[in-house]
C-alpha cells in the first residue's frame, strides 16, 4: 500500500491538523491556514524559507517545527523512518494513475485517460460537451480500478450553477453503480466570484484529505475572472489571480496525486486567418500551466477533442458521443 492511499483511510483527518502539533498555537494556525497551509503533510513539503516568510521568527524555529511534523508522519506511518527530506516524502507519495472517460478514443488519445498529477483542460464553444464530461468524470473516478476508475471520490467545484445530480444519478445507474452512493461522494462546491473560488481552492488540501479524492473539477476556472476584470486596464490584475489559481492548483495536483479537471471557453482570435479563429481564454498564464489541453468542437452527431500543444502526445482527434452512460465512443 503506498503512503498515499494510507492517507484518508486510516488516520482520521483531524489528526493531520497543523494545529496537533506542540508548538502551534491559535495565532501560528492563523498564519499557517491563510497561506493554505492545513495539515501536517502540507508544513513539511514548503520550502523553509516559505515558512519563514509566513511565520516570522528564526530559521531554527522553522527547521524545529518541519522537524516535528516529520517525526509525527512517521508516527502515523504515513512516511518511512528512513525518509528524510519532504522532497522524498512527495515521491514515494507518488505514481501517476488514470481515469477514464468513458471514450476509449479519448482515452487513447489521452495516453490513458485523465492523468493524476496533472492538471487537463477542455475549452471549446459552448455546448461542446465540457461539463458532461466533468459529469461522467465525477462517476468515473469512482469506479473500480479495474473498470477504469481509482476507487476515490470527487471534488466538484462549479462557478456556473450547472452542477446537476440528477445527471450524475443517470450515469452512475448507466454504469451500474450505486446513485446515492456516487452521489455521496461526489463533493461540490458553488463558486459565487472569483475570490470565492481563489478561497476554495486554497482549502483543496485539506478537502483532499478529509475526503481522500483523486478527481478535482472546476468548470470552469477561467469564466470568473473573464466575467469580473472586463476592462483592459484590469488584464494584468486578473492575469495575476489566474497566476496565482494556476499555480496553486499545479502544486495541490503534485502533492496529493489527484487528477485536476479544468474547464475553459474561446474567445474569437482577430489575428487568426487560417484555421480555427478562435482559442482559449487566459493568455499564457493558463497555457503554461495545463499539462494538457482539450480541444472541443461538435461534428455532425458527436464531439471531436483535439489535444493541442503537447510534446508528449501524437498530435490526433478523437470522436466520442454525449449519452446516457456520461460519454462514450459513437
Ligand atoms: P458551456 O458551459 O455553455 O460552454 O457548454 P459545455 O461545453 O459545458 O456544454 P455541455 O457539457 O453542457 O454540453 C451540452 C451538450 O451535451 C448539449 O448540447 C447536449 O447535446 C448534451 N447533453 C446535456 N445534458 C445532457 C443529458 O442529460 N444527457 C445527454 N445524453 N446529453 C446531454
Ligand atoms: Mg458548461
Avoid: W
Avoid at 1 to 14: A, D, F
Avoid at 145 to 171: H, W
Avoid at 318 to 330: E, H, L, Q, R, T
Amino acid at each position: 500500500m503506498s503512503g498515499r492511499e494510507k492517507i484518508g483511510k486510516e488516520v482520521p483527518p483531524e489528526e493531520l491538523d497543523v494545529a496537533k502539533l506542540s508548538g502551534i498555537g491559535p495565532a501560528t494556525k492563523q498564519k499557517l491556514n491563510a497561506a493554505g497551509i492545513y495539515t501536517i503533510m502540507d508544513l513539511l513539503v514548503q520550502s523553509p524559507t516559505y515558512l519563514l516568510d509566513i511565520l516570522g521568527g528564526s530559521m531554527e524555529k522553522v527547521l524545529n517545527l518541519q522537524e516535528k511534523a516529520r517525526k509525527r508522519l512517521e508516527e502515523l506511518g504515513l512516511i518511512q523512518k528512513d525518509f528524510t527530506t519532504a522532497e522524498e516524502v512527495m515521491e514515494r507519495m507518488k505514481s501517476v494513475e488514470y481515469i477514464t472517460t468513458g471514450s476509449k478514443n479519448l482515452d487513447n488519445l489521452l495516453l490513458g485517460g485523465i492523468e493524476t498529477q496533472a492538471i487537463t483542460e477542455f475549452y471549446g464553444e459552448y455546448g461542446t460537451g465540457k461539463t458532461q464530461i466533468c459529469h461522467a468524470l465525477s462517476v468515473n473516478v469512482q469506479l473500480p480500478k479495474e473498470k477504469g476508475g481509482l476507487n476515490a471520490p470527487a471534488i466538484y467545484i462549479d462557478t456556473e450553477k450547472t452542477f446537476r445530480p440528477s445527471r450524475i444519478k443517470e450515469i452512475a445507474e448507466a454504469r451500474e453503480l450505486d446513485p446515492m452512493k456516487v452521489l455521496k461522494n461526489i463533493h461540490v462546491a458553488k463558486a459565487i466570484n472569483s475570490s470565492h473560488l481563489l478561497l476554495l481552492v486554497k482549502e483543496l488540501g485539506r478537502k483532499i484529505m478529509e475526503t481522500g479524492a483523486r478527481l478535482v473539477v472546476i468548470d470552469s476556472a477561467v469564466a470568473p475572472f473573464r466575467a469580473e476584470y472586463i476592462g483592459r486596464g484590469q488584464l494584468a490584475e486578473r492575469q495575476q489571480l489566474l497566476n496565482l489559481l494556476m499555480h496553486e492548483l499545479i502544486r495541490i495536483a503534485e502533492l496529493y496525486n489527484v487528477a485536476i479537471v479544468i474547464t475553459n471557453q474561446v474567445q474569437a482570435a482577430p489575428d487568426v486567418y487560417f484555421g480555427d479563429p478562435t482559442r482559449p481564454i487566459g493568455g499564457h498564464v493558463v497555457a503554461h500551466a495545463v499539462t494538457y489541453r482539450i480541444y472541443l468542437r461538435k461534428a455532425r452527431n458527436a464531439r471531436v477533442a483535439s489535444i493541442m500543444d503537447s510534446p508528449h502526445h501524437p498530435p490526433g482527434e478523437a470522436v466520442f458521443v454525449i449519452n446516457k452512460g456520461g460519454i462514450s465512443d459513437p
